[in-house]
């Protein structure tokens, strides 16, 4: 298997919304998005997967140093093989790729946030980074893409976040900040234990809404110049968007399941943004 061939399958085994904007881009920039994909699935797996947080701190020890060596023109791990060839067409800096290995590292080190401040630096790096990076590769052109870029990601994440709570909590993870869970009267264990009640769903609504504004914060930001190029960002908040409705619909039932769209709903919703722009 090619280093090419590895990062399109690790890509296209996730399910992840980001696939199905990647469909309608050029090849290049399909490559080079693909690939830097990849390396974050491959850093993101090792939170998610080692269950030993000494061994998981070991292995991204060791993506520290496989970005350095990568840089210095010697990478090893096929991810690193097939985005090296790119990075310099597409601005992808040694910083961006060490940044989201940190904000994995963070995973490892803190289950709790004490307030929206502090949830934003770990925002800033696993998908705020992400998503400039992202931006590059669209074809970015106006230096103020760059904090749309960074706001479209926080959306993404808060999204995630809000989806992911129940299966966080099993990891004895809790993303919500704790002093709005005490503004709502919500008890870290309640979370822990994954128990429903109309003052969760009241914390969940303000976290939903926080989303929301985001988006919209991220979509009045991006200049026009540049909006044809970020159409596949613009695909993933499409879904997003529609991933957060259909939590807030079902009245925040994420605590003992994953909400999701089918993938048949996720090509729909990129394609009419892609054809239609809406």
Known sequence: MTPEQYVQQRAAASGSSFYYAFLFLPKPRRAAITAFYAFCREVDAVVDEVQ???VAATKLAWW??????????QPSHPAMKALMPLCAGFGIEQRHLQAVIEGCRMDLEQTRYLDFTALQRYCQLVAGVVGEVSARIFGQTQAATT???????????????????GEDALRGRIYLPMNELQRFDVKAHEILKRTYSDRFTALMR????????????????????????QKPGLMMASIYRALLREIESDGFQVLHQRVSLTPLRKLWLAWRMQALGR
């Open 206 to 229: 303000f976290q939903a809404q926080r989303a929301q504004d985001l988006y919209d914060e991220a979509l009045a930001l991006l200049p026009e110049a540049d909006r044809r190029a």
């Open 64 to 73: 520290q140093s496989e970005v350095a060596s990568a840089y210095a023109g």
């Open 52 to 54: 030993d947080p000494g």
């Open 147 to 165: 904090e749309y870029a960074h706001r479209l990601g926080l959306a993404f994440q808060l999204t995630n976040i809000i989806r992911d709570v």
